[in-house]
């Protein structure tokens, strides 16, 4: 293997896991407090009264995407998917952006940027996959 193609999938795998990293975070929120998974989902999307079962199988749909995505499953999809999730969820929270100077919601935007390279790279993203490379 060239050193240049090492380096890149090596990259390409620290991207997958740290924007992985973050969505299990999110997605553990789901099942440990839905009450405030419920709050995101009204505050921020416009989408009120979700309960906490309607959040908890929001959550296991999350985790197995999630998964799959970490384990490198159906990149085309499972990255598409994340890349499109943390878009909306990126772009819903445009207020936080102009009205207040909320620090923490500006490293959605490196996280976004690394979401959409990895779906643009993501037939070079081989390491640590059970996908098979072409």
């Known amino acids: ?15 997958r896991l740290s924007v992985f990293l ?13 009450g405030h998974a419920s709050k995101v989902y009204e505050h921020f999307y416009f989408l009120g009264g979700f309960g906490p079962s309607l959040i908890i199988m929001i959550g296991i749909a999350e985790a197995f995407l999630i998964l799959a995505f970490v384990a490198g499953i159906a990149k085309k999809w ?5 890349t499109v999730l943390h878009a909306v969820s990126t772009l819903s929270a445009w207020k936080m952006y102009t009205v207040t100077v909320n620090l923490l919601f500006f490293a959605a935007w490196p996280m976004l940027a690394a979401c959409v390279a990895l779906y ?5 993203d081989n390491k640590f996959t059970l996908a098979q490379p072409d």
């Open 78 to 82: 499972t990255y598409g998917a994340v």
């Open 120 to 124: 643009l790279l993501r037939d070079l």
């Open 22 to 34: 973050v969505m299990f975070v999110w997605t553990v929120d789901k099942f440990i407090d839905p």
């Open 1 to 15: 293997m060239s050193d240049e193609k090492n380096r890149i999938e090596w990259a390409l795998l620290f991207l």
